[in-house]
């Protein structure tokens, strides 16, 4: 059965106060692990092809980029930049349809450094996003970085941030699952669609509620539910340009913690 929906009672205030500030009251170790991603420069990751990277990827979606590594002297980049400019791209606008001839031009050009010049161009989309998204959210203002630092630990920064969005708990869990799912079919990621969260199962999530998700704006979930579903496709799809009836649901129906947590999310 549905659960009933519920109507959020935060104050007009609640949702004015700027979306760094949300990030940092709602999800202060999420928001530090965040900035460790803005500041991080995988060491095997050159500065011309971060500076790319950093710059087609949010460009792509129409947001501002992260800050870029000053480059040096070098006249041409080690690695071929439109190999690395296709690759950030195709990350940026789908990246479902990363196919198999981008795919391997893109391990061929970064050799070793793959793996983590691919991380970088995680960071490079993800983080424009969530900062557009809770702008408009909670009103525009200053995002304050630190500076780059080469790091060997990629993988590790990225596990951190990992880990403590996964420890947030202002949102039920069933509506996390559906989120997380939501996505996962978003981007056709075939492990994640195929797993399931137990605390959602045993909160009561069943195989018609996760049914509903491919068509949930005309489905018997809850407008909570909704409207944390069309903030996960915004997210996705449309970060620089949400619609305002999806705003106004999620301001109606969510609290300002579970919308900043749907948004790590």
Request: net charge negative; glycine share 6%.
């Amino acid at each position: 059965a549905p659960i009933l929906g519920r109507v959020s009672s935060q104050p007009t205030s609640a949702w004015s106060v700027g979306g760094a500030a949300a990030l940092q009251e709602h999800a202060p170790t999420a928001a530090a692990a965040l900035s460790g991603l803005v500041a991080l420069w995988p060491a095997s990751v050159d500065e011309i092809t971060l500076t790319t990277v950093r710059m087609v990827t949010a460009e792509g979606l129409g947001l501002p980029p992260l800050p870029r590594p000053p480059t040096g002297p070098r006249r041409s980049a080690p690695v071929p930049q439109a190999v690395v400019m296709a690759f950030a791209e195709q990350f940026g606008v789908d990246v479902a349809a990363i196919g198999d001839q981008l795919r391997t031009a893109w391990l061929e050009a970064m050799g070793r450094a793959a793996f983590d010049a691919a991380l970088a161009v995680y960071v490079a989309d993800l983080v424009p996003r969530v900062r557009s998204v809770l702008g408009t959210l909670f009103g525009r203002d200053e995002w304050v970085d630190a500076p780059l630092v080469r790091s060997e630990h990629a993988r590790l920064t990225m596990d951190e941030f990992i880990h403590e969005v996964a420890l947030l708990d202002h949102l039920d869990p069933v509506t996390t699952e559906l989120v997380r799912l939501r996505g996962a079919r978003q981007h056709h990621c075939r492990v994640c669609m195929a797993r399931r969260d137990l605390g959602a199962v045993r909160a009561g999530a069943d195989a018609e509620l996760f049914l509903a998700l491919d068509d949930y704006r005309r489905s018997t979930l809850d407008p909570a539910q909704q409207a944390a579903l069309a903030l996960t496709d915004a997210l996705i799809w449309t970060p620089a340009n949400l619609r305002a009836r999806d705003v106004e649901a999620v301001r109606a129906h969510l609290s300002p913690a579970e919308t900043v947590e749907v948004v790590l999310d």
